[in-house]
């Protein structure tokens, strides 16, 4: 018997990276999936999908809940878009559906002043911070307090340029509130993944965060994340029960939170955190290094309230066998015209997967600059070892390029 195919599956935005995974692993469970966005069939890749699409933005929560009773929906859930994330929220309180947060504790998880004085509580150390009218060792990072996607995010090399971006930072925070911290130019970055089971958080994996600095005035953008962390040794050492604790003292129950941190002289600096699926998508890699998938552990909470798997807890296990990657495409501001090599590498057996995160035929504006809404392409692949991993890297990346609608190329 299958124990889905009563379920209607309401998936908020189609759009937003693994939307589409969603709706496809409903859709293998027998679930009848609903993707609602206000953006056309082709703008929207998870209605390709889909049973049925609603028109509705996913801002308009009382149109989704009256529309949601009426069909019968019985499950909601979304992908990685926060604001998205928040309306899902809302909509599973009204309808008395399972959702993995409730909002006080997803508002928590949201604000960087709160999660940064939490941790200070717990001994983990922090990047120094000033305020608005403090006096100002430059260079600094001024970022919205709730803001993602590095949006917003400057950084600013005397008192005229921090005087210039405050506005534009603050314009990017619901709160209308900023972080101030310490540029650190010369460091590395780790992304670290817990997997949060019934309150008991547990450490799914460590990845070294490879970035290239493209401008000095904005933000290092991501190139390659790369498994396993060099410092996964040192981040259980010194920071991982610490980190727990927190976990625990914020009240999570149930999901995936990311951390990104920076290293600097072997002190590890938490310094942003998501309660959500990452637009990163490590489960990809995770599923293909331990055997489980926290996306779709996700989607099972969401369609009965737990995670219908008993066993992947004993799957969890930051210290992976092998070694993984995911390689990133950066694309200048422009329209996409065709990627080239993508059909070469996905003969290779290590490479586990190629995701477009833009589409052809899809713009990049001029805002996307220095943002992660650069990121135009992601490939994850596997090999033994850390030297073999560099080799599949660098072959990958001289093969696939990426031009614009106008035969120019693009890939940065």
Not at 225 to 250: C, G, R
Not at 308 to 314: A, G, K, L, R
Request: proline letters at 4%; a neutral charge; glycine letters at 6%.
């Amino acid at each position: 018997m299958n124990l889905y195919k009563n379920i209607k599956l309401l998936l908020l935005g189609g759009k937003p990276i693994g939307s589409v995974d969603i709706a496809r692993y409903a859709k293998s469970l027998g679930c009848y999936v609903i993707v609602c966005d206000y953006l056309p069939k082709e703008q929207s890749p998870a209605k390709q999908f889909a049973d049925e699409v609603w028109e509705y933005s996913t801002a308009d929560v009382d149109s989704i809940v009256q529309r949601a009773q009426k069909e019968g929906v019985n499950a909601v859930f979304t992908g990685v878009h926060e604001f998205n994330i928040a309306r899902c929220q809302e909509v599973c309180e009204k309808l008395n559906l399972p959702f993995y947060v409730d909002k006080p504790t997803m508002t928590n998880a949201a604000n960087k002043s709160f999660y940064k004085k939490l941790f200070a509580q717990f001994q983990i150390p922090l990047i120094a911070e000033y305020k608005i009218e403090d006096k100002k060792i430059y260079p600094v990072l001024l970022k919205p307090v709730d803001g993602s996607g590095a949006y917003g995010l400057k950084i600013c090399n005397s008192e005229q340029e921090f005087q210039e971006n405050l506005p534009k930072a603050l314009e990017f925070s619901s709160k209308k509130e900023v972080l101030i911290e310490q540029y650190i130019k010369e460091k590395e970055e780790i992304t670290t993944v817990y997997f949060i089971v019934d309150g008991v958080p547990y450490l799914a994996s460590v990845a070294d965060r490879i970035v290239k600095h493209f401008d000095n005035a904005v933000i290092p953008l991501p190139i390659a994340y790369v498994w396993n962390s060099k410092y996964l040794d040192l981040y259980e050492k010194t920071i991982d029960e610490k980190m727990k604790k927190a976990i625990q003292f914020m009240g999570l129950k149930n999901g995936m939170l990311f951390i990104q941190s920076i290293v600097k002289d072997n002190q590890i600096m938490p310094y942003d955190i998501g309660f959500r699926l990452s637009g990163t998508q490590e489960q990809n890699i995770i599923e293909a290094m331990c055997g489980y998938n926290p996306l779709k552990l996700m989607v099972d909470f969401a369609l009965y309230g737990k995670f219908n798997n008993d066993d992947f807890v004993s799957l969890i296990n930051p210290h992976f066998k092998g070694a993984a990657a995911q390689i990133t495409f950066l694309a200048k501001p422009s329209v996409v015209g065709r990627f080239e090599g993508l059909d070469e590498i996905q003969k290779n057996n290590n490479v586990i997967r190629i995701i477009k995160n833009k589409q052809e035929g899809e713009l990049i504006p001029d805002s996307a600059l220095g943002t992660l809404n650069q990121v135009a392409l992601r490939v994850f692949v596997k090999s033994d070892n850390q030297k073999n991993l560099q080799d599949l890297i660098e072959s990958i990346r001289k093969k696939v390029k990426i031009y614009s609608n106008t035969n120019i190329e693009i890939g940065i």
